[in-house]
């Protein structure tokens, strides 16, 4: 008997809805900004733009773009039926950009010396998403 076995199970995976509006003006944005200004809720959009600071060597703006992508992320996942655990998967196109802003708030927060975070929020990605954790830092 496997005495770490979860006796009461784990919730069913929350996905995300589908925004084509906000999606499609990412796709069609000569910034990624401009998506983020229409729909300051698409965590898609604030994802690219903390990737596109961290490659441009901008940690902390990364930071600040990572970590509005990662609430605005929390938010939509409460309002989908998430109770602060459980599988969030990578396979549903949906949910990328809060795993992406989740993976790059770690990756911004020990480039700025926020160690504990950083750790705090790479737990977290594996938990929520052992694929995208897989996927994200290879």
Not at 17 to 40: C, H, I, Y
Not at 61 to 89: E, N
């Amino acid at each position: 008997m496997d005495l770490h076995q979860n006796l009461l199970g784990e919730p069913p995976a929350t996905r995300l809805p589908d925004d084509v509006e906000a999606r499609e003006a990412l796709a069609g944005a000569a910034e990624p900004g401009e998506a983020a200004a229409r729909f300051p809720s698409f965590s898609v959009a604030w994802a690219e733009l903390a990737a596109r600071a961290l490659d441009g060597g901008d940690p902390v703006a990364a930071y600040a773009y990572a970590r509005t992508g990662y609430h605005r992320g929390l938010d939509q996942l409460r309002r989908a039926g998430w109770k602060g655990h459980g599988p969030i998967p990578w396979e549903h196109e949906p949910n990328r950009g809060f795993l992406r802003a989740l993976h790059l708030l770690s990756v911004a927060a020990e480039s700025i010396g926020e160690t504990e975070e950083a750790e705090r929020c790479a737990a977290f990605l594996r938990d929520s998403s052992a694929e995208a954790a897989e996927s994200l830092n290879a």
